[in-house]
């Protein structure tokens, strides 16, 4: 998705993205190196009614606060250090997909993965790297079966890197001033 992660309208449509036309069961992963559990259950709660069975926070980075957490079962946390480091981080991301996922019981979940900037991961790590690190990871995340959407933001980017980056997904979700567009590949 291309626009600001934190913008009201690029969140309400990310939200939509989570949680639209499934009904049941939800988990959530998601990946962040902008907010802390709590402010990422706070965000949550201000956008949509109910909170899934399961969400699974990924911080990435060093200064985000493991202590904010959010008590109770359904809420749990993995963290990276080093956002340089993205073995880890793809480690971490199917460790903590693997919490989502597990269940005793046989009932349908919808599972899905909100990465919210690509962006502050871009000054780590080479476009090349990160490039490669994405196709994996949604390649795999493909083969599973979860529903992903990750956010990077346009204007912080040359074209090039916007125009690799995106070539990597399936769709291209654009929130512009005047709308929200749809690129299919």
Do not use: K
């Not at 989570?18 to 706070?42: A, F, K, Q, Y």
């Amino acid at each position: 998705m291309l626009g600001s992660p934190m913008d009201s309208r690029t969140l309400e449509t990310g939200f939509s993205l989570l949680t639209g036309g499934h009904s049941g069961r939800s988990r959530v992963l998601w990946i962040t190196l902008l907010n802390t559990p709590r402010e990422v259950v706070d965000i949550w709660d201000d956008h949509c009614p109910a909170r899934p069975d399961r969400l699974q926070v990924v911080l990435v980075g060093d200064g985000l606060s493991v202590a904010d957490t959010v008590p109770g079962p359904h809420v749990g946390v993995h963290t990276v250090d080093d956002p340089a480091d993205l073995t880890t981080l793809g480690v971490r991301v199917l460790n903590a997909l693997s919490a989502v996922e597990a269940d005793d019981e046989d009932e349908a979940v919808d599972v899905c993965l909100r990465f919210d900037s690509l962006t502050p991961l871009s000054q780590y790590v080479s476009r090349e790297g990160l490039g490669q690190f994405l196709h994996v990871l949604t390649t795999r995340l493909a083969d599973a079966g979860v529903r992903s959407h990750f956010h990077l933001d346009p204007m912080a980017h040359d074209s090039q890197t916007v125009h690799a980056l995106g070539s990597i997904f399936d769709t291209q979700v654009r929130v512009e001033d005047d709308g929200v567009s749809l690129t299919h590949r």
